[in-house]
């Protein structure tokens, strides 16, 4: 079964740029993008980034997406105290009939 | 206005089965390709998908849950259900229902969450 994998962890200082990765394979990124979710500890996730580069409104500019073949990555820039959370990717796979992947998840620490 | 509330009981017991009600509100199932989905999240865990149902009936289940898991609507009630059959203590946790818009392959809409503890 494919898997998506995320850094478990991730931190930056107020003001710097932070990047979370996500690697998976053709059956899955590659063939559909990624989405990627915010989760405040306590609180359900919510939309942040989908079809890997594309913001919800509502979502401030400094949250952005990339995605290069199997991989994608989230940046954040200009980090805020508010940014600290969790951060899930995610991704439909082809291979398991319509089956959803999510990452394992990246906690960021805003220092 | 979408929104989603997740409702069900919050203990049960081992071998017996969890039902879960989605309710929501802001939308239609009856619109082409809508869809809803069901995923959980164990305490201090990642998100599991678990499986979702479209507006045509259509579905598909984490093949990992091996069968034990059943989403069905009551389109007219505005309703999706999760049944999940002979549970056991690495079931618990929180379970979301969320929105598949149509023609896209995201939930962009999350209930609140539902706790659930499976012990004896």
């Known amino acids: 079964q494919s898997v998506l994998t995320q850094p478990s962890s991730a931190s930056g200082a107020p003001g710097q740029r932070v990047t979370i990765s996500c690697s998976g394979s053709?059956?899955?990124?590659?063939?559909?993008?990624v989405n990627w979710y915010q989760q405040v500890p306590g609180t359900a996730p919510k939309l942040l980034i989908y079809?890997?580069?594309l913001r919800p409104s509502g979502v401030p500019d400094r949250f952005s997406g990339s995605k290069s073949g199997t991989s994608a990555s989230l940046a954040i820039s200009g980090l805020q105290s508010e940014d600290e959370a969790d951060y899930y990717c995610a991704a439909f796979d082809d291979t398991l009939n319509g089956h959803v992947l999510f990452g394992g998840g990246t906690k960021l620490t805003v220092l | 206005q979408v929104t989603l509330k997740e409702s069900g009981p919050v203990l049960v017991r081992p071998t017996e089965t969890l039902t879960l009600t989605c309710m929501v509100a802001?939308?239609?199932?009856?619109?082409?390709?809508?869809?809803v989905s069901w995923i959980r999240q164990p305490p201090g865990k990642a998100l599991e998908w678990l499986g979702h149902?479209?507006?045509?009936?259509?579905?598909s289940y984490n093949m990992s849950l091996k069968s034990r898991v059943t989403i069905s609507k009551d389109t007219s009630k505005n309703r999706i259900f999760l049944t999940l059959t002979n549970v056991d203590p690495r079931d618990t946790g929180t379970y979301y229902c969320?929105?598949?818009?149509?023609?896209?392959?995201?939930?962009?809409?999350w209930g609140q969450g539902s706790l659930v503890i499976v012990s004896s």
């Open positions: 079809n890997s580069d």
């Open positions: 053709s059956s899955n990124i590659e063939e559909n993008g």
């Open positions: 969320g929105r598949i818009p149509p023609k896209q392959l995201l939930v962009d809409n």
């Open positions: 149902i479209f507006s045509d009936d259509e579905k």
């Open positions: 802001g939308f239609s199932l009856r619109n082409k390709r809508m869809g």
